[in-house]
């Protein structure tokens, strides 16, 4: 169980990271994408993570007295970026409005890296505690 | 002089093979008989909490050192009981095989 | 017999150290998933302190019970607790997340150590058991 449990935990920390990789690459390519369904420009995705607890009273008694780990983690939803957007002068391209201006989406290369990263370090984090617990089960396979 | 004759007394049913009174209850670790019987109870009950220890595994909710744990000390009670019982058969050939 | 084969006092001592290293072993797991989370304060477990204790009792004079209602003095190696506690330390972060992945990482290597360490142990006390029980044979 508690082996088993840990593998699981590790999981769903590889599958929040692959997910937020997945909105980072997303945000990535479309840094320059002026026109959306919805209309507009492409909003910046950004992940919201949030610990994973075991159903339950245990939560809300806190860890006080607790026997049990958390559970992991889980992607609670992705938010759009509601801030302004870029304006740059360009009245040439066709999505320009009345005064020339283009709104571009709020996608800094950099902060994008920064956060892929991240991710990234996060990913082969949980991988390594997954290849431990595995070989502490094996060799408990041995007693 | 008086020679006072041998007389075979007749071998009554109650003499011979009369069990030894039981020692009062309580004791029962007293006699040989009761201490093999405790330790196979003993062995019983650890082979029993190893097979639900397999079982809570299989349902998922038991470790799994905690499970190879309950499984070796059943298998390590066995033997110990097994042997017990080889040595007390050679025992007991030993006393049959002497002359009287 | 056979219940005081394994109520050896070093039995016991292995038994719950395995159960509290696979404890730790998902706590570690549970702090480096959530090493991006805001808001989120990484768990310990808590459990060498305890048998620490435990074992210094053993070898101590220990309190004297002349009376069934007096309480026993310290605790025996079956009633450690193992605990899983929060450190809410304030961390360096701006997201509120004191996981240090470092740290954890090393953790994971001692624990992982130690748990195939006393499942070894483990193994061989049951084996020589065997071999004694056997005759060498």
Same mark, same amino acid.
């Given at each position: 169980?508690?082996?088993?449990?840990?593998?699981?935990?590790?999981?769903?920390?590889?599958?929040?990271?692959?997910?937020?990789?997945?909105?980072?690459?997303?945000?990535?390519?479309?840094?320059n994408t002026t026109r959306?369904?919805?209309?507009?420009?492409?909003?910046?995705?950004?992940?919201?993570?949030?610990?994973?607890?075991?159903?339950?009273?245990?939560?809300?008694?806190?860890?006080?007295?607790?026997?049990?780990?958390?559970?992991?983690?889980?992607?609670?939803?992705?938010?759009?970026?509601?801030?302004?957007?870029?304006?740059?002068?360009?009245?040439?391209?066709?999505?320009?409005?009345?005064?020339?201006?283009?709104?571009?989406?709020?996608?800094?290369?950099?902060?994008?890296?920064?956060?892929?990263?991240?991710?990234?370090?996060?990913?082969?984090?949980?991988?390594?505690?997954?290849?431990?617990?595995?070989?502490?089960?094996?060799?408990?396979?041995?007693? | 002089?008086?020679?006072?004759?041998?007389?075979?007394?007749?071998?009554?049913?109650?003499?011979?093979?009369?069990?030894?009174?039981?020692?009062?209850?309580?004791?029962?670790?007293?006699?040989?008989?009761?201490?093999?019987?405790?330790?196979?109870?003993?062995?019983?009950?650890?082979?029993?909490?190893?097979?639900?220890?397999?079982?809570?595994?299989?349902?998922?909710?038991?470790?799994?050192?905690?499970?190879?744990?309950?499984?070796?000390?059943?298998?390590?009670?066995?033997?110990?009981?097994?042997?017990?019982?080889?040595?007390?058969?050679?025992?007991?050939?030993?006393?049959?095989?002497?002359?009287? | 017999?056979?219940?005081?084969?394994?109520?050896?006092?070093?039995?016991?001592?292995?038994?719950?150290? =395995?159960?509290?290293?696979? =404890?730790?072993?998902?706590?570690?797991?549970?702090?480096?998933?959530?090493?991006?989370?805001?808001?989120?304060?990484?768990?310990?477990?808590?459990?060498?302190?305890?048998?620490?204790?435990?074992?210094?009792?053993?070898?101590?004079?220990?309190?004297?019970q002349t009376d069934p209602?007096? =309480?026993?003095?310290?605790?025996?190696?079956?009633?450690?607790?193992?605990?899983?506690?929060?450190?809410?330390?304030?961390?360096?972060?701006?997201?509120?997340?004191?996981?240090?992945?470092?740290?954890?990482?090393?953790?994971?290597?001692?624990?992982?150590?130690?748990?195939?360490?006393?499942?070894?142990?483990?193994?061989?006390? =049951?084996?020589?058991?065997?071999?004694?029980?056997?005759?060498?044979?």
């Open positions: 169980m508690s082996l088993f449990s840990t593998l699981r935990i590790s999981s769903t920390g590889l599958t929040a990271n692959r997910l937020w990789l997945d909105t980072i690459a997303s945000n990535i390519a479309n840094a959306t369904p919805e209309g507009g420009p492409y909003r910046r995705q950004d992940v919201i993570l949030a610990p994973q607890g075991r159903a339950g009273f245990s939560q809300f008694l806190g860890s006080a007295n607790s026997t049990t780990a958390g559970q992991g983690v889980t992607v609670a939803g992705i938010a759009k970026d509601t801030s302004a957007p870029r304006m740059i002068y360009n009245p040439d391209h066709p999505d320009a409005d009345a005064n020339g201006y283009v709104a571009m989406p709020n996608i800094n290369i950099v902060t994008e890296m920064v956060n892929m990263i991240a991710a990234q370090r996060a990913y082969e984090a949980n991988v390594t505690v997954i290849g431990a617990a595995k070989s502490m089960a094996v060799k408990s396979l041995e007693i | 002089m008086d020679i006072t004759p041998l007389r075979l007394n007749p071998i009554s049913a109650g003499t011979l093979g009369a069990p030894k009174a039981e020692s009062p209850a309580g004791n029962a670790l007293d006699t040989f008989s009761g201490i093999l019987n405790n330790e196979i109870h003993q062995v019983d009950a650890v082979q029993k909490s190893a097979d639900t220890a397999v079982e809570k595994f299989i349902a998922g909710e038991l470790d799994i050192h905690d499970v190879m744990i309950e499984v070796e000390k059943a298998s390590v009670a066995m033997q110990l009981t097994v042997q017990l019982r080889n040595k007390v058969m050679e025992a007991y050939q030993e006393v049959m095989r002497m002359q009287v | 017999m056979i219940d005081q084969l394994f109520s050896n006092d070093t039995f016991v001592a292995l038994q719950k150290g =395995l159960d509290a290293s696979s =404890l730790k072993q998902q706590v570690i797991a549970n702090n480096v998933a959530n090493i991006n989370t805001p808001g989120y304060k990484k768990q310990d477990v808590s459990f060498e302190d305890e048998f620490k204790q435990a074992i210094d009792n053993k070898y101590d004079a220990g309190m004297l209602r007096h =309480l026993p003095g310290g605790s025996s190696l079956t009633s450690v607790g193992i605990k899983v506690t929060t450190v809410g330390a304030t961390s360096m972060r701006y997201d509120g997340n004191n996981v240090d992945i470092d740290e954890e990482m090393s953790k994971l290597a001692e624990n992982t150590i130690r748990y195939n360490a006393m499942a070894q142990l483990m193994s061989s006390r =049951l084996s020589s058991l065997k071999t004694v029980i056997n005759g060498g044979r």
